[in-house]
């Protein structure tokens, strides 16, 4: 099917600690650390979300020894799009200098895992050589930061991965929806129509933290064990699992369930809070760019969040 030849991953300039988020809502460094495990976000302040998607594809071109004219697809995900239309896939396109077709798919923080399996189908029908998947969030942008349930978790940033067809990586999946809207919900701004007349909330992250924090801890186990059991492996077998960074006290819970150590799951969200669709490239750049990645190593990626819609996925290095 497919197998990742390149990754990249842009961040912005403008560090946030906990100390500064201190001065904006009731509350404090060690609480976030000791509950949530992150120490700062980054923040943008002038690049919209397409501009930072840009700067993580061009990194993961470089990476991938690529040029834009190579790629036969362009597929971009994101929750916080400066534009609805073009979406971020047409202006990461644009700004590439590509030809090829470009489209968005929306599944919040599993966003990353249904790039993949979209881009699958291209690659099965023989349809493309070389695909460029992005996830990429402004999430600044869609919080209340009055509201320290959320302000305190989330942050801006891009990761990208160029996948090629020559050998098969992509060795298995799941993806599962349950369609809510009372666990997360990210509202849109309602608008002028004088014919509408439902009251809308504020058209920000809304999120009931502790409902999420267990459906991602049941759903990250679920997923892993299907996709061990479906290919006859052991968690022995696997390198690395690269969790969605969204607290690490879901991580350190899901590790203890499926009975395995922390260090089996790569951990980055101290230094980049809670990226939603840029979590997961993120994190695979960083491990590719250490050098922690070798080749035929078994990897599973495994994400969940607004959708609800959770996923996973086994790689083969
Ligand atoms: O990527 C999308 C998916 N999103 C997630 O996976 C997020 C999952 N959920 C979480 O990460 C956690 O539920 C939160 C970080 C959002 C909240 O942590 P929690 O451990 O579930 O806290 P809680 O809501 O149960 O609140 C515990 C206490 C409360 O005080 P009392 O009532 O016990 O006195 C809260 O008022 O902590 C208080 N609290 C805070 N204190 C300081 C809540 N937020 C804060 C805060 N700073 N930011």
Redesign the pocket.
Known sequence: MFHIIGTGMYVPERIVTNDE?ATM????DE??KQ??GIAERRVSTEEWTSEMAYKAALAALENANCKPEDLDYIITATVSGETVSPSTACMVQKLLGATCPAMEINA??SAFLFLLETAAGFFARKKANKILVVGAERLSGIIDWSD???????GDGAGAAVLSNDVDGYLDSVVTVQGNDEV?KILTAVGCSPFFTKEADTPYVH????E??K??VSSICNDVNTLLTQNNLTLDDISYIVP?Q??K??IDFAAKRLKTTEDKFYVNIERYG?T?SA?IPIALDELNRAGKLKHGDYIILTA???GLANAACLLRW
């Open positions: 988020l809502v009731d509350t404090n609480w976030i509950r949530v919040a923080c320290r349930g959320t302000c305190i978790i989330f997360i999120m009931m933290g502790q999420t924090f459906y991602a969605h969204a607290n006290r879901i809670n939603s979590s969940f969040g607004g």
